[in-house]
């Protein structure tokens, strides 16, 4: 079973950056892909970007050109450096990693997430 312990929110001013890091531990064989989500109070989870076994990353529109999600295969982690914080941007972050369970069925495995308040 892979579990998913996150570390680096926090609290920081707009206009500033942070680094998220997810340390991946247990049965990593399987994993399909990782990936970051946030929620903000009041609204639905939403991916925030992923990356595959195979290196191909995807983002959401509202971090393009401001976040880059990278990965550790040595370290069995995955990063998120945010660039050019705003206040949008505040949430909590969870890590994800996406497995098959034995028939095959892929399902996300989740960390406990981690605050990231941008003040204004």
């Known amino acids: 079973q892979v579990q998913l312990v996150e570390s680096g929110g926090g609290l920081v001013q707009a206009g500033e950056s942070l680094t998220l890091s997810c340390a991946a531990s247990?049965?990593?064989?399987?994993?399909?892909?990782m990936g970051w989500y946030r929620q903000a109070p009041g609204t639905e989870r939403e991916l925030v970007a992923s990356?595959?076994?195979?290196?191909?990353?995807n983002y959401a529109d509202s971090v393009k050109g401001r976040f880059t999600i990278s990965r550790s295969n040595a370290k069995n982690t995955i990063s998120l450096r945010m660039n050019t914080l705003t206040p949008e941007d505040t949430a909590v972050y969870y890590c994800?990693?996406?497995?098959?369970?034995?028939?095959?069925?892929?399902?996300?495995?989740w960390g406990q997430g981690t605050q990231v308040t941008v003040s204004s």
């Open positions: 990356i595959t076994s195979g290196g191909r990353t």
């Open positions: 994800a990693a996406r497995v098959p369970d034995p028939d095959g069925v892929l399902y996300d495995i």
């Open positions: 247990g049965s990593m064989s399987g994993i399909q892909s």
